[in-house]
């Protein structure tokens, strides 16, 4: 058994001795990809692994490399660029290393790996600075060019990009947040029952939150690695999951591309850094242009020049191919996640019910249990459609989003298919329950909206009734963001001054509107609605017209991932706060299972609760005894309990016909006793034209006591 003072023990220990692993990170500058930068002549390379460890000056290299050419004599160039930055830049005779062994360079496979300890005389190795082992997702490349003496032509260059080890996308990050997310789908379930539970609507807010960070790098811009990287942690809610391109899922899907008309290349093997413009990070720069027809990829090595057609351009491309997807197989991918999360949302919505049907059912269930058990079963199947609204919302912005890009390809048709009718049945369940909505506060009352349409809750239920359209907001800004993603892929500028506009657009109509319930309720989106927005402007420094050197806009992605850290941070302890951490605090008991929705009646007697408690209402309560203690003498038989009568509420020029009815309720669901029926709502005992205009032939003070005798009935 651990006792309480183990554990403290033991969370201490833990939180001492976690910095100390993380902090175990031998420095190390290793190659991360290779790619050919001019079409392969003299010089084959099938494997270039290269580490070197500053602690001991050591080199480890893994190299598989063929020499295919004779009698070529030629110079080497070695060049480094660090975030545009060129610390080394120089030239070798080849002739003059190795008493010239190696002109001209001879017909040689060389296949081996050692690890080497260099020489004190190799000094540039020393003039890195400390930093760059540190930084996350270094951003540098290597580049080694072979020139034939005397003719000046280029034999072979190769191009391979450096890493430290170090990088913001971690497989631990997105584990938690989505540990996060699974919290907050248990807290939203069990509180779908509960009046008043504002957790299902958080659980959208908490998604909808990852699914902005996802798609913030899907733009055309030219992002620095570091802020790219960090958007691979939630590529998870855009239904995009990071796996090996040669996956049986993504060869199943490139399979089916093949045999329906699809010829776009799959993922690399190899990797998709080695293929990235090379105008873009990690490159920052420009790459040798050759005029010259290229050859086939010599193995797992790419050939990548300006001319190449399999350069990986800015946006979806780049993300998709970084994750081990092909750009083309991106909607099946998506599509499939979103099958699998329907087909979890309907076994777990049968097993619940299954449960319930059976536990209510059983005779030793205790009683207040059983009770609560069949009202769960009553309204089962309003609270399968709200969640089944609820995944379509979720799946509404991926979906969305690479069906239209899907389009845009012209691969597979029946990727296409499958696109255009993924594309009207999620727009058909989304616009048709949101005209719904609309339609119903058009015709009927507001306060109803609860009570009639409960499947639709996860739209209006988180705004105040009067602002119960303001969901319609988002989802155009959801849709607007989906629509440029595609439409715009090639034009980084128009993309990000259309999300400027939406954005602004959905942050003022926060602050003007405030449609949330309550204040904290506004507080969290308009904050939500900020950092969007300060993001999305921040981003114009990504625009690759703009030219912004490349530590710059490496501060401005540390700065952006920083902002949506927070946003991430502060949505999780709202999570735990609407798990229930706020009734513990409040000491508030969770309330008996119920209809979530409020009746017109509560909603009214709700408000002018509220309104009473601030002081700003006119309307006046009943008094205990309706009878005034300083008044004329009653008959005391008109204070005993009678038959309930009617109200309806009136205009001023209208009585009722009645003053008595055997019907006990009113138009608002509130009963009165006769006695306030006879002494306030009875018919003015005047005729004709005085009880046509009873007001204007009464006194004021007449007039006051009618008014507020019709108040009172009313705040009942």
Same mark, same amino acid.
């Given at each position: 058994?651990?006792?309480?003072?183990?554990?403290?023990?033991?969370?201490?220990?833990?939180?001492?001795?976690?910095?100390?692993?993380?902090?175990?990170?031998?420095?190390v500058?290793?190659?991360?990809?290779?790619?050919?930068c001019?079409?392969?002549?003299?010089?084959?390379?099938?494997?270039?692994?290269?580490?070197?460890?500053?602690?001991?000056? %050591?080199?480890?290299?893994?190299?598989? /490399?063929?020499?295919?050419?004779?009698?070529?004599?030629? *110079?080497?160039n070695?060049?480094?660029?660090?975030?545009?930055?060129?610390?080394?830049?120089?030239? @070798?005779?080849?002739?003059?290393?190795?008493?010239?062994?190696?002109?001209? +360079?001879?017909?040689?496979?060389?296949?081996?790996?050692?690890?080497?300890?260099?020489?004190?005389?190799?000094?540039?190795?020393?003039?890195?600075?400390?930093?760059?082992?540190?930084?996350?997702?270094?951003?540098?490349?290597?580049?080694?060019?072979?020139?034939?003496?005397?003719?000046?032509e280029?034999?072979?260059? @190769?191009? %391979?990009?450096?890493?430290?080890?170090?990088?913001?996308?971690?497989?631990?990050?997105?584990?938690?947040i989505?540990?996060?997310?699974?919290?907050?789908?248990?807290?939203?379930?069990w509180? %779908?029952?509960?009046?008043?539970s504002?957790?299902?609507?958080?659980?959208?807010?908490?998604?909808? #939150?990852?699914?902005t960070?996802?798609?913030?790098?899907?733009?055309?811009?030219?992002?620095?690695?570091?802020?790219?990287?960090?958007t691979?942690?939630f590529?998870?809610?855009?239904?995009?999951?990071?796996?090996?391109?040669?996956?049986?899922?993504q060869?199943?899907?490139?399979?089916?591309?093949?045999?329906?008309?699809?010829d776009?290349?799959?993922?690399?093997?190899?990797?998709?850094?080695a293929?990235?413009?090379?105008?873009?990070?990690?490159f920052?720069?420009?790459?040798?242009?050759?005029?010259?027809?290229?050859?086939p990829?010599?193995?797992?090595?790419?050939?990548?020049t300006?001319?190449s057609?399999?350069? #990986?351009?800015?946006?979806?491309?780049?993300?998709?191919?970084?994750?081990?997807?092909?750009?083309?197989?991106?909607?099946?991918?998506?599509?499939?996640?979103?099958?699998?999360?329907?087909?979890?949302?309907?076994?777990?919505?049968?097993?619940?019910?299954?449960?319930?049907?059976?536990?209510?059912?059983?005779?030793?269930?205790?009683?207040?249990?059983?009770?609560?058990?069949?009202?769960?079963?009553?309204?089962?199947?309003?609270?399968?459609?709200?969640?089944?609204?609820?995944?379509?919302?979720?799946?509404?912005?991926?979906?969305?989003?690479?069906?239209?890009?899907?389009?845009?390809?012209k691969?597979?048709? +029946?990727?296409?298919?499958? /696109?255009?009718?993924?594309?009207?049945?999620? #727009?058909?369940?989304?616009?048709?329950?949101?005209?719904?909505?609309?339609?119903?506060?058009?015709?009927?009352?507001l306060?109803?909206?609860?009570?009639?349409?409960p499947?639709?809750?996860? #739209?209006?239920?988180?705004?105040?009734?009067?602002?119960?359209?303001?969901?319609?907001l988002?989802?155009?800004?959801?849709?607007?963001?989906?629509? @440029?993603?595609?439409?715009?892929?090639?034009?980084?500028?128009?993309?990000?001054?259309?999300?400027?506009?939406?954005?602004?657009?959905?942050?003022?109509?926060?602050?003007?509107?405030?449609?949330?319930k309550?204040?904290?309720?506004?507080?969290?989106?308009?904050?939500? %609605?900020?950092?969007?927005?300060v993001?999305? !402007?921040?981003?114009?420094?990504?625009?690759?017209?703009?030219?912004?050197?490349?530590?710059p806009?490496?501060?401005? !992605?540390?700065?952006?991932?920083?902002?949506?850290?927070?946003?991430?941070v502060?949505?999780?302890?709202?999570?735990?706060?609407?798990?229930?951490l706020?009734?513990?605090?409040?000491?508030?008991?969770?309330?008996?299972?119920?209809?979530?929705?409020?009746?017109?009646?509560?909603?009214?007697?709700?408000?002018?609760?509220?309104?009473?408690?601030?002081?700003?209402?006119?309307? *006046?309560?009943?008094? +205990?005894?309706?009878?005034p203690?300083d008044?004329?003498?009653?008959?005391?038989t008109?204070?005993?309990?009678e038959?309930?009568?009617?109200?309806?509420?009136?205009?001023?020029?209208?009585?009722?016909?009645s003053?008595h009815?055997?019907?006990?309720?009113?138009?608002?669901?509130?009963?009165?006793?006769?006695r306030?029926?006879?002494?306030?709502?009875?018919?003015?005992?005047?005729?004709?034209?005085?009880?046509?205009?009873?007001?204007?032939?009464?006194?004021?003070?007449?007039?006051?006591?009618?008014?507020?005798? *019709?108040?009172?009935?009313?705040?009942?």
């Amino acid at each position: 058994m651990v006792f309480p003072v183990a554990w403290l023990r033991l969370v201490l220990f833990t939180l001492l001795f976690l910095p100390l692993l993380v902090c175990a990170h031998e420095d190390v500058i290793f190659t991360s990809s290779v790619s050919y930068c001019a079409p392969p002549e003299n010089l084959l390379v099938e494997q270039f692994d290269v580490a070197y460890f500053p602690s001991n000056n %050591s080199v480890v290299f893994n190299v598989s /490399a063929a020499s295919v050419q004779a009698n070529v004599n030629v *110079t080497a160039n070695l060049f480094l660029n660090v975030y545009g930055m060129h610390p080394i830049n120089t030239t @070798i005779d080849i002739c003059q290393l190795f008493q010239g062994r190696l002109c001209p +360079l001879p017909l040689y496979v060389f296949n081996g790996s050692e690890t080497l300890t260099l020489p004190l005389s190799v000094k540039f190795l020393s003039q890195i600075p400390r930093i760059a082992y540190r930084i996350p997702d270094l951003e540098a490349f290597a580049q080694l060019t072979l020139t034939e003496v005397g003719t000046g032509e280029l034999k072979a260059c @190769i191009q %391979s990009t450096l890493s430290n080890g170090w990088s913001t996308h971690q497989a631990g990050v997105s584990w938690s947040i989505g540990g996060v997310a699974l919290l907050a789908v248990f807290s939203a379930a069990w509180q %779908s029952f509960l009046p008043d539970s504002i957790a299902p609507f958080r659980l959208l807010d908490l998604l909808m #939150l990852y699914q902005t960070i996802a798609s913030s790098g899907f733009f055309d811009l030219n992002y620095p690695v570091i802020y790219r990287a960090f958007t691979f942690n939630f590529s998870w809610a855009m239904g995009l999951f990071s796996q090996s391109p040669t996956s049986s899922m993504q060869r199943s899907i490139t399979h089916m591309r093949h045999l329906t008309g699809g010829d776009l290349a799959g993922s690399s093997a190899g990797g998709s850094v080695a293929l990235v413009n090379r105008k873009l990070s990690p490159f920052n720069g420009r790459a040798h242009v050759d005029s010259r027809s290229l050859m086939p990829a010599m193995r797992d090595v790419q050939t990548v020049t300006p001319q190449s057609s399999n350069v #990986l351009n800015a946006g979806v491309p780049i993300y998709v191919n970084t994750i081990g997807i092909a750009t083309a197989n991106t909607f099946m991918t998506a599509f499939f996640s979103a099958l699998i999360l329907l087909a979890i949302m309907l076994a777990l919505l049968l097993i619940t019910y299954g449960v319930v049907a059976l536990t209510s059912r059983h005779e030793y269930t205790h009683s207040p249990w059983r009770t609560n058990l069949t009202n769960v079963k009553v309204r089962f199947r309003s609270f399968a459609r709200a969640w089944g609204l609820r995944i379509t919302l979720i799946c509404f912005f991926p979906m969305v989003t690479f069906a239209l890009y899907q389009w845009t390809l012209k691969d597979s048709w +029946l990727s296409d298919l499958i /696109a255009a009718i993924t594309f009207v049945i999620v #727009l058909g369940v989304v616009g048709s329950a949101a005209c719904g909505v609309l339609l119903f506060g058009r015709r009927s009352s507001l306060w109803l909206l609860a009570e009639d349409l409960p499947a639709q809750e996860p #739209l209006y239920g988180q705004y105040r009734v009067p602002q119960y359209f303001f969901f319609v907001l988002p989802l155009l800004s959801t849709f607007i963001r989906a629509i @440029i993603i595609a439409a715009a892929r090639n034009n980084g500028t128009v993309q990000i001054v259309i999300v400027i506009c939406v954005e602004l657009c959905l942050l003022l109509s926060h602050v003007v509107l405030k449609p949330g319930k309550t204040r904290r309720a506004d507080v969290l989106s308009i904050f939500l %609605s900020t950092i969007r927005f300060v993001t999305a !402007g921040l981003l114009v420094a990504f625009i690759v017209p703009v030219a912004l050197p490349p530590i710059p806009r490496v501060v401005i !992605g540390f700065i952006l991932l920083v902002l949506f850290s927070i946003a991430v941070v502060v949505m999780f302890f709202n999570t735990l706060w609407n798990l229930g951490l706020q009734r513990l605090w409040f000491h508030q008991p969770f309330a008996v299972l119920g209809s979530r929705g409020t009746t017109s009646q509560g909603s009214l007697e709700k408000g002018a609760e509220k309104d009473i408690e601030k002081g700003k209402s006119i309307v *006046t309560l009943r008094p +205990l005894n309706p009878t005034p203690a300083d008044g004329p003498q009653v008959d005391p038989t008109m204070n005993a309990p009678e038959a309930l009568s009617q109200v309806t509420p009136t205009t001023p020029s209208a009585v009722p016909s009645s003053a008595h009815s055997t019907n006990t309720t009113s138009s608002y669901g509130v009963q009165f006793p006769s006695r306030w029926s006879s002494s306030l709502l009875q018919p003015s005992p005047h005729t004709g034209s005085e009880s046509a205009h009873g007001d204007a032939a009464s006194p004021p003070s007449l007039m006051l006591h009618n008014r507020q005798s *019709t108040f009172e009935a009313r705040a009942l």
